[in-house]
């Protein structure tokens, strides 16, 4: 038996019990109508998959845009399409808001999704399909389902009136899977949202496991890093004497296996050489992912370049990894020189008392449902995301989705059991929130 399913019947099992108990008469009508209308739910996750929104398809991306704005705009929300410069070859953000200007001291919430994916329009997996209890399709769980159970729970929430006084802004991007550069602009309207609210939510995919179901507290940065290196060209018989040196390839390979020995080593540290070319003649630099690269065994190299990344936990912990990959740099072997350059990415969400807090309440409403207390995620079992950007001004939670597997493969898909689970607490948490 399939791990959600032994999560679902042991919530049918309490879920009555549960709820006389802990849920308000109001948080059971949020509730009743969720179960009423799980198939809109996946009506509208089967309608974004069936529409190619690959980060390089811009048109596409606008057009799931379409679909949301809509649904927002019936729920009273004012819509706003983003448009980010051509040059950057993006599809644009909409953001939605209501009640951003109303004198209520009530919490601010910022809830946060994202309208591409990873497959373009040539990519052959391209279509919604049902098989029993699951779904597949491109971005069916990253994160077309959280876009969906972010507009049902915010319906459930107007069924019973709780959006009357509420101060709400929606984020959907549009280029989440590959940003648009410079970030300071394609990240600006989001990071100012995070400004604004006090807390904000992600929609991104739940995760359970034989543990038990976990709620993200913490992701890691993700940022990249390029090393340049050049030796001395010579004939190889001379390779390591006084006059001809190391190569540019021996330098590079000294510096790649000190960052192994002496760098790595402090929980949540990462980085990763993702490519590597060297020879003669290298035509590659720090901003492609590919070159041409020419050399002879007989000859020593005189150029090497190495691209990667790094991720951490903190910005202290990646100024101590930065401080100390310039250092193994500085090191030189004979006749050999190298440089390092490092470039901003998303910046890390870090595991704060407020976002332990906001998981407690999580918790409880799971609780409220006939579930189980939940967890917080090792935050090495995440990658980055925009919920980053936001998280060193709001309070911030993460993974609200439902449970899928095989992102960012031809073997997506969602568990539809796990839609009504993830709805009710979003929507229940966003309601005590709220009061």
């Known amino acids: 038996m399939h791990l959600l399913l032994v999560i679902v019947a042991a919530c049918a099992a309490n879920s009555t019990q549960a709820q006389d108990k802990q849920l308000s008469p109001a948080e059971q009508r949020i509730v009743n109508w969720i179960d009423a209308n799980v198939d809109g739910l996946e009506a509208l996750i089967e309608t974004q998959v069936n529409i190619n929104s690959g980060t390089n398809n811009p048109a ?117 899977e590959s940003t648009g550069e410079p970030l300071s602009e394609s990240r600006k309207p989001l990071i100012e949202a995070g400004k604004w609210a006090d ?38 018989s001379g390779i390591f004497s006084e006059q001809a040196g190391a190569g540019a390839i021996f330098e590079t390979a000294r510096i790649l296996n000190q960052f192994y020995e002496q760098v790595k080593g402090e929980q949540y540290l990462t980085f990763n050489a993702g490519t590597i070319m060297g020879g003669t003649d290298v035509q590659a630099d720090c901003e492609t992912p590919r070159g041409v690269v020419y050399g002879k065994t007989n000859v020593i190299p005189n150029r090497a370049v190495v691209r990667g990344g790094l991720r951490t936990i903190s910005n202290e912990q990646r100024d101590r990894a930065r ?45 409220a449902l006939g579930g189980n207390a939940m967890l917080s995620l090792d935050p090495s079992r995440r990658g980055a995301a925009d919920i980053s950007f936001v998280a060193p001004h709001s309070d911030a939670l993460a993974g609200l989705g439902g449970y899928g597997e095989g992102e960012h493969s031809p073997k997506e898909r969602l568990d539809l059991r796990s839609l009504p689970i993830a709805t009710k607490r979003a929507a229940l948490l966003i309601y005590r929130l709220t009061r």
Not at 211 to 227: D, F, I, K, N, P
């Open 60 to 176: 596409g991306v606008n057009k799931v845009g379409d679909v949301l704005e809509k649904e927002l705009q019936a729920l009273g929300f004012e819509t706003t399409r983003f448009v980010l410069p051509e040059s950057m070859r993006r599809g644009n953000h909409l953001f939605a808001r209501r009640g951003v200007h109303s004198a209520s001291q009530k919490k601010r919430l910022l809830l946060i999704g994202h309208l591409d994916t990873v497959f373009e329009p040539d990519d052959p997996f391209n279509r919604f399909e049902r098989q029993g209890d699951w779904a597949s399709g491109p971005g069916i769980s990253d994160m077309k389902d959280g876009n969906a159970i972010l507009i049902y729970a915010l319906k459930a929430l107007a069924s019973v009136g709780a959006l009357d006084d509420a101060q709400i802004t929606v984020s959907y991007t549009g280029d989440e």
């Open 199 to 236: 807390i904000s939510l992600g929609f991104e995919s739940g995760i359970v496991d034989e543990h038990g179901e976990w709620a993200t507290v913490s992701r890691r940065s993700s940022s990249g890093w390029c090393l340049q290196v050049t030796g001395r060209q010579a004939h190889s």
């Open 323 to 367: 401080e100390a990959m310039r250092k193994v740099v500085a090191e030189s072997l004979p006749h050999t020189s190298a440089s390092i350059e490092f470039y901003e990415g998303y910046p890390a969400m870090a595991p704060t008392a407020g976002n332990k807090a906001l998981k407690n309440l999580l918790s409880d409403v799971n609780q």
